[in-house]
Structure formats: structure tokens, C-alpha cells
């Protein structure tokens, strides 16, 4: 695998966006499932198809780019649903492992400091509940893989990210604040970022558990590993589909038809709190790009 194929693809893809006119972002918002309305909220929105943009993997050839304005500030909203998803954290066993997350380095390259991701999760822990929302303060990966593997040397970013600092923990307490303003359920937790796609066995669960995890959700660790690599501060949230049942009761099947339903049953609560969050995302973005000037 040639190293430096990830930096000719992104700095490709940015000389075309910017050719193009596209407004370089201040923030990515990577959507996951139960935030599909944001687009709606953008101002002078653009729709950019991923696969007419040069350097862009294939396995983001079926998105689409949403660049627009939103509560003053220039963003990007992207769902995050790459191809092949079978092959669960990469495109599929021929394609280098950084193209997973490959719109978190295009993002950096155009500007942007900060990433906010949406998501749902499985509960693993009693008190946190379908319907409730969580903000991760920490994350573990154990899907097995990780974008970084085989990159080598890349000016897009060190070789050893460092990843204690990259959910922010100022936007985590702003979000906790909004929430409660709000009457939402939101909680800090620790995140397993697991394989999919499947739904997970009651052993995986408790393993899942045992690292100290309170939630799992699938395909969010490439992304914040290269949130870590690309200098992108984070903040993510999750909506929680189901949980483990009560003490002593016999754990139900899952459906996924009603899994989706609950992620998008929470949806206008998640979309309200990333609205109330738009001056702290913005305040935060300008701090971070101030100290890269």
C-alpha cells in the first residue's frame, strides 16, 4: 500500500472542491442513522456527489455532500454511510483501511477543526434507556481495526495520534447544559466502537461491558481515529435503540425495523440539542483554528 496515497487522494479532492467553489467548512457533521432532517436547516445549501469528486474512495460513491451555512457558521453534513458496508470499518478486504473516514481528513485539508458525529447505540447499563441520548467522553475500539493501519508516514497527520483529549470536554459539559435547558436525557458515557454489521450476541454484549463500556455502536471508530489523526476535536452523540434487560429477565430478540424506528423517534430531540449547540460549536471551532494559525 503506497503511504502517500492517502494524502494525493485528499489534496486531490480539495483542489476540485475548492475549483469548484465549494465553501470550505468550519465544522463536518458526520450524520448517522436519526438525523436525516438536518440538511433542511442549511442556508445557500449545495449538494456535491461524492462520486464526481476526483480522489474520492468508491465506497463513498453513492453520498452525498451538504455544504451550506448553518446558524452563521460554514458547514459540511455528510451521512455516514460508506458502501461495502459488510466489511464493516474498511471499504472491503482490497481497499486500504483510511478510506473508511476518509471525509474526516478531506474536511481537515479544507479547514475544518471540528467534528460533530451522530450515531445510535445498544445500552449496556440499566440506567440508560431507549429513547435517551448519550454524549461520549471516551470511546473504545474494538472492532478489530483501525483506519491508521499501513498509512506509514502522511503530512496529514503523526504517526501515534494522541486520543486523550478528543472528545472536548468543554463542548460535553455545553451539550449537558443545553440538554437539561431543553428537558432532553442526555449522559456522559464510555462508548465500545464495535464491528458490524450485526446485531450483537448477549456474550458480545458482556464482553462489550466488561471494558468498561455503557453503550456500543457500530462503524464510529475509524471516524474518530481520524478525527485524532487529522487534529479534528470531537463531539458525539448517540441515540440509544435498546438496552440490556432488567435483572433477573430473559433478553428479547431484537428487530431492526424497530431499532431504526427508536433511533428516529429520538432524532428531534438530538436535532434540537445540535441546534441550541451552535454558538458553542462555533466559538469552539474558532479556538481551535486560532491555535493553528
Known amino acids: 500500500m503506497d503511504p502517500m496515497r492517502l494524502d494525493e487522494c485528499v489534496a486531490t479532492a480539495a483542489s ?76 472491503g478486504p482490497a481497499q486500504p483501511p483510511w478510506e473508511r473516514a476518509f471525509p474526516v481528513w478531506l474536511a481537515a485539508e479544507m479547514g475544518a477543526r471540528l467534528c460533530l458525529l451522530t450515531s445510535a447505540g445498544g445500552s449496556l447499563v440499566q440506567d440508560l434507556r431507549p429513547g435517551q441520548l448519550a454524549v461520549l467522553r471516551d470511546h473504545v475500539n474494538l472492532s478489530g481495526t483501525t483506519p491508521l493501519l499501513g498509512m506509514g508516514q502522511t503530512r496529514l497527520g503523526p504517526l501515534f495520534p494522541d486520543q486523550s483529549e478528543l472528545h472536548n470536554e468543554a463542548l460535553r459539559a455545553l451539550a449537558l447544559e443545553r440538554a437539561t435547558e431543553r428537558g432532553i436525557s442526555l449522559s456522559p458515557r464510555i462508548a465500545a466502537c464495535v464491528q458490524g454489521p450485526a446485531l450483537s450476541t448477549p456474550a458480545e454484549r458482556a464482553w462489550f461491558a466488561s471494558t468498561g463500556a455503557e453503550l456500543f455502536a457500530q462503524g464510529m471508530a475509524g471516524p474518530l481515529l481520524a478525527c485524532a489523526h487529522a487534529g479534528l476535536t470531537a463531539l458525539t452523540l448517540v441515540a440509544i435503540t435498546d438496552g440490556p434487560a432488567p435483572s433477573g429477565a430473559t433478553p428479547e430478540g431484537l428487530n431492526m425495523a424497530e431499532l431504526v424506528a427508536s433511533a428516529e423517534k429520538a432524532a428531534p430531540a438530538m436535532e434540537d440539542l445540535i441546534q441550541s449547540l451552535l454558538a458553542d460549536l462555533g466559538r469552539v471551532a474558532s479556538e481551535r483554528e486560532a491555535e493553528y494559525s
Open 16 to 91: 476540485q472542491l475548492e475549483d469548484e467553489g465549494v465553501a470550505p467548512p468550519q465544522i463536518l457533521f458526520l450524520l448517522g442513522t436519526g438525523t436525516g432532517t438536518l440538511t433542511s436547516a442549511l442556508l445557500g445549501a449545495r449538494q456535491t456527489h461524492l462520486a464526481q469528486v476526483e480522489g474520492a474512495p468508491i465506497i463513498w460513491s453513492e453520498q452525498t455532500l451538504h455544504s451550506g451555512r448553518m446558524g452563521g457558521l460554514s458547514v459540511w453534513l455528510l451521512e455516514d454511510a460508506p458502501g461495502d458496508l459488510e466489511f464493516g470499518e474498511s471499504g
